[in-house]
């Protein structure tokens, strides 16, 4: 089903073509809708979007898989994968910027000065080494806060492109309307609605399948 949405992203333009895609797409989802025993790979994304993406896309383990094998995606998804899994947000004036500015009470300043303390004022090496690591992974959070808010929207406005590249596929939108998903669970609830809206009120900017858009729908709620 994924490989007919993905045809007819490549030829929305071919108007004879598309129309007959179209209706074929429809008349073969209709029957499934009726075949118990039929199973298809990311079924209620087309099925039942209006329930929003299926419980396997909101598992990082599985969701970070898949964005590994995405381009548009995979750096993205690195940075999320550093930002979500450390401690602690950092606030700083990273949120300059960015368009929509996220909220935290954490100030990597106040820590890097405290592990400065920590690290000379205690002789044990092993102090040390914990106030080495927790900086580092501290920095680490902050690159990747950097990578997301500065990137995350043009990411997004080229996969969604009314005239989306030939190499894109309509399981790569699904898997980027995934990491919307999981960005809203974590502290970037704001940024990921925004986008989502963004994408739904300009069609002039955007293409959106209606499984797309039910589904883009289903996490602003």
Not at 83 to 100: E, W
Not at 166 to 181: E, Y
Request: proline letters at 5%.
């Amino acid at each position: 089903m994924y490989a007919f949405h993905t045809l007819l992203l490549r030829h929305r333009n071919v108007e004879d073509f598309r129309v007959k895609l179209d209706n074929m797409v429809d008349r073969i989802k209709k029957g499934a809708l009726h075949d118990p025993h039929l199973y298809i790979p990311w079924a209620q994304e087309i099925y039942h979007p209006h329930l929003g993406v299926n419980g396997n896309f909101r598992d990082w383990n599985v969701l970070g898989d898949l964005i590994s094998d995405e381009p548009r995606l995979k750096l993205l998804g690195e940075a999320i994968n550093d930002y979500s899994g450390t401690s602690p947000p950092p606030t700083q004036d990273l949120s300059a910027s960015a368009n929509v500015p996220e909220k935290s009470s954490f100030s990597i300043g106040k820590l890097a000065s405290s592990l400065k303390h920590l690290k000379v004022g205690h002789k044990s090496s092993k102090a040390g080494e914990v106030a080495e690591e927790v900086t580092k992974e501290a920095t680490k959070k902050v690159a990747a806060y950097r990578y997301i808010t500065e990137n995350i929207n043009s990411i997004f406005a080229e996969i969604f492109l009314p005239e989306p590249a030939k190499d894109l596929s309509s399981q790569t939108r699904v898997v980027s309307i995934a990491v919307l998903f999981y960005l809203r669970k974590i502290d970037m609830k704001t940024r990921a609605v925004n986008i989502a809206q963004s994408i739904i009120q300009n069609p002039g900017s955007h293409f959106l399948f209606d499984y797309e858009r039910l589904l883009l729908q289903n996490l602003i709620k």
